[in-house]
């Protein structure tokens, strides 16, 4: 198992999801986004969102369909 933190300070810019993951990682390929997601169990979000991983980050924190709090669910994208 691995174990990380991720600090309160984290942050992460108004843009889409897929470029907020491009700068974590610049050169992930859209599968390795799609599996890091999965990794942090929130790839269902996204994937029931029309714009995928173009969605803008915003609409996925005021996600009603999504069952995690914004908070965590920023925590999962971070880790992913």
Known sequence: DI???VSERSHLFST????NLLLAAPT???????DALRAVRIDGVVYADYDGLDMP???LFNNPEASYNS???KRRV???
């Open 71 to 73: 908070e965590d669910l």
């Open 78 to 80: 971070i880790l992913a």
């Open 3 to 5: 174990v990380t933190i």
């Open 28 to 34: 992930a390929t859209t599968t390795a986004m799609w």
């Open 57 to 59: 980050i915003d609409r």
């Open 16 to 19: 889409t999801l897929r470029e």
